[in-house]
C-alpha cells in the first residue's frame, strides 16, 4: 500500500511517499480501509519535531481517520466489516494516552490496523469526509467550549484568535451554537469575509487592527467573557488585555511560541482564568457526529487532495492559506 511517512524530522521534504506492506490486524484489532485522513497543524508538529515529545520512524502522521472496516482479527467483531467509521484519534493503552499519527501510525496510507474499542460507526448521513474532518480540531473545541473547561454561556462574548484553522473555525461555529456573540480574529481581509459568512458576529482582521485594542471597541469597552488561545507568543498578553473582569482564557495549544512574556498585572486586574483544555473525550466526538448528522454542525472543508499532493496541502496549512480543514483522500 502508499503512504506517505518521515524516517526523520524535518521540513516538508521529510515527508516520503513509499510502499509498505499491507497490515493485517492483531489481536483485539480492526482493519480500516482509509478513505479520507484531515490534516492538523500537529502532523507539522510531528514531521518537524516537538520539543519533549519522542517520535518513533516511521511515522505515518494524520489523525483524523474514515473509513470502512475490511477484516477483524477476532470473529466476535465481525459485525464490524463493511461498516463506515470514524476512528477516535487516542488510544488508551494501560496509563498511557496516545495519539494516531503522533505516537502511534495514523491515516496517511491506505489502510491501517486500529483498535476495535476505536471504532465509531458513523450516522448514515454523515459522508466519510465530513467525520473525517472532526475529531482532532472540532473535538478538542468541543471539549475546550463545554463543561468542565470553559463552560460557555448563552450570551456571552467569545473570542477567538486564529479563527479560520482547524480549532479556530470549530470554535466560532460551536461557540455560535452554543449561543455566545463570537468576534473572530483573522490575519487577512478575504479570511475575515469567510469568517462573516460562516456566521461570526463581528471579525478582527489583526493586518490591519490590533486585536485587543479592537476586542475593546467592540464591546463597548468591556472585554469577552472568553478568548480561545492556541496561538501563545506575541499573542498572549494582548489576550489578556482583551479580557472582561472574571473573564476566561481557555488554552489548548501554542502555535507560535509556548514560553511568551507574561504581564501578570492583567491577571490580578481583570481577575482573570486561564484554563488548559486538551485533546477530546469520547462523548465529543459522539456529539460532534450527532450534530453533523442533525444538519445542526457542517464542518468546513477547504480541499480535499489524494495522498501523493499532501505536501503541498501541508505547506497551504503551515502558510496559513487555508480556512477549515485539508483533507487527503488516500
Ligand atoms: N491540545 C490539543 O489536544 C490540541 C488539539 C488540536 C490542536 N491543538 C493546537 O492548536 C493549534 C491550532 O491547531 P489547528 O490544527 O487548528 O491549526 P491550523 O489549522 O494551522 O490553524 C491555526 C490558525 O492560527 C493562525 N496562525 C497560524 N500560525 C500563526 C502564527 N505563527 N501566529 C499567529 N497566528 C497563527 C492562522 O489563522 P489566521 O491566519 O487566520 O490568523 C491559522 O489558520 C496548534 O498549535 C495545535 O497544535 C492542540
Given at each position: 500500500?502508499?503512504?506517505?511517512?518521515?524516517?526523520?524530522?524535518?521540513?516538508?521534504?521529510?515527508?516520503?511517499?513509499?510502499?509498505?506492506?499491507?497490515?493485517?490486524?492483531?489481536?483485539?484489532?480492526?482493519?480500516?480501509?482509509?478513505?479520507?485522513?484531515?490534516?492538523?497543524?500537529?502532523?507539522l508538529?510531528?514531521?518537524?519535531?516537538?520539543?519533549?515529545?519522542?517520535?518513533?520512524?516511521?511515522?505515518?502522521?494524520?489523525?483524523?481517520?474514515?473509513?470502512?472496516?475490511?477484516?477483524?482479527?477476532?470473529p466476535?467483531?465481525?459485525?464490524?466489516?463493511?461498516?463506515?467509521?470514524?476512528?477516535?484519534?487516542?488510544?488508551?493503552?494501560?496509563?498511557?494516552?496516545?495519539?494516531?499519527?503522533?505516537?502511534?501510525?495514523?491515516?496517511?496510507?491506505?489502510?491501517?490496523?486500529?483498535?476495535v474499542?476505536?471504532?465509531?460507526?458513523?450516522?448514515?448521513?454523515?459522508?466519510?469526509?465530513?467525520?473525517?474532518?472532526?475529531?482532532?480540531?472540532?473535538?478538542?473545541?468541543?471539549?475546550m467550549?463545554?463543561?468542565?473547561?470553559g463552560?460557555?454561556?448563552?450570551?456571552?462574548?467569545?473570542?477567538?484568535?486564529?479563527?479560520?484553522?482547524?480549532?479556530?473555525?470549530?470554535s466560532?461555529?460551536?461557540?455560535?451554537?452554543?449561543?455566545?456573540?463570537?468576534?473572530?480574529?483573522?490575519?487577512?481581509?478575504?479570511?475575515?469575509?469567510?469568517?462573516?459568512?460562516?456566521?461570526?458576529?463581528?471579525?478582527?482582521?489583526?493586518?490591519?487592527?490590533?486585536?485587543?485594542?479592537?476586542?475593546?471597541?467592540?464591546?463597548?469597552?468591556?472585554?469577552?467573557?472568553?478568548?480561545?488561545?492556541?496561538?501563545?507568543?506575541?499573542?498572549?498578553?494582548?489576550?489578556?488585555r482583551?479580557?472582561?473582569?472574571?473573564?476566561?482564557?481557555?488554552?489548548?495549544?501554542?502555535?507560535?511560541?509556548?514560553?511568551?512574556?507574561?504581564?501578570?498585572?492583567?491577571?490580578?486586574?481583570?481577575?482573570?482564568?486561564?484554563?488548559?483544555?486538551?485533546?477530546w473525550?469520547?462523548?465529543?466526538?459522539?456529539?460532534?457526529?450527532?450534530?453533523?448528522?442533525?444538519?445542526?454542525?457542517?464542518?468546513?472543508?477547504?480541499?480535499?487532495?489524494?495522498?501523493?499532493?499532501?505536501?503541498?496541502?501541508?505547506?497551504?496549512?503551515?502558510?496559513?492559506?487555508?480556512?477549515?480543514?485539508?483533507?487527503?483522500?488516500?
Open positions: 500500500m502508499r503512504v506517505a511517512c518521515i524516517r526523520a524530522h524535518g521540513g516538508l521534504e521529510a515527508l516520503r511517499h513509499e510502499d509498505w506492506p499491507d497490515p493485517a490486524p492483531g489481536p483485539g484489532q480492526a482493519l480500516v480501509e482509509v478513505r479520507a485522513c484531515g490534516l492538523n497543524h500537529l502532523d508538529f510531528v514531521i518537524k519535531g516537538m520539543a519533549g515529545v519522542d517520535i518513533e520512524f516511521p511515522r505515518i502522521t494524520g489523525g483524523d481517520i474514515a473509513g470502512m472496516v475490511s477484516a477483524t482479527f477476532s466476535d467483531d465481525r459485525a464490524w466489516i463493511g461498516r463506515r467509521v470514524l476512528v477516535d484519534p487516542l488510544v488508551v493503552e494501560g496509563r498511557k494516552r496516545m495519539a494516531l499519527g503522533e505516537h502511534k501510525n495514523g491515516g496517511l496510507c491506505e489502510r491501517l490496523c486500529v483498535p474499542g476505536n471504532l465509531i460507526a458513523l450516522p448514515e448521513d454523515v459522508s466519510l469526509e465530513r467525520a473525517a474532518a472532526l475529531p482532532i480540531a472540532y473535538g478538542t473545541a468541543h471539549k467550549l463545554g463543561p468542565g473547561r463552560d460557555l454561556k448563552r450570551g456571552e462574548t467569545l473570542l477567538v484568535l486564529g479563527a479560520t484553522g482547524g480549532v479556530g473555525v470549530a466560532v461555529q460551536l461557540g455560535k451554537l452554543m449561543g455566545a456573540h463570537v468576534i473572530a480574529c483573522t490575519s487577512s481581509a478575504e479570511k475575515a469575509a469567510k469568517l462573516v459568512a460562516l456566521g461570526a458576529d463581528a471579525v478582527i482582521d489583526t493586518s490591519r487592527e490590533e486585536f485587543s485594542a479592537a476586542a475593546w471597541r467592540l464591546t463597548d469597552k468591556q472585554g469577552a467573557d472568553v478568548v480561545v488561545n492556541f496561538t501563545g507568543g506575541e499573542t498572549w498578553v494582548p489576550s489578556l482583551a479580557l472582561k473582569r472574571l473573564g476566561r482564557v481557555l488554552v489548548c495549544g501554542a502555535t507560535a511560541g509556548y514560553d511568551p512574556v507574561e504581564d501578570l498585572r492583567y491577571l490580578w486586574m481583570r481577575e482573570a482564568a486561564i484554563i488548559g483544555s486538551n485533546g473525550e469520547r462523548e465529543n466526538l459522539t456529539a460532534l457526529l450527532d450534530l453533523a448528522a442533525g444538519g445542526a454542525l457542517s464542518p468546513v472543508i477547504d480541499r480535499v487532495v489524494p495522498l501523493a499532493e499532501t505536501a503541498s496541502a501541508l505547506a497551504a496549512l503551515r502558510d496559513r492559506r487555508v480556512f477549515g480543514k485539508v483533507l487527503v483522500t488516500p
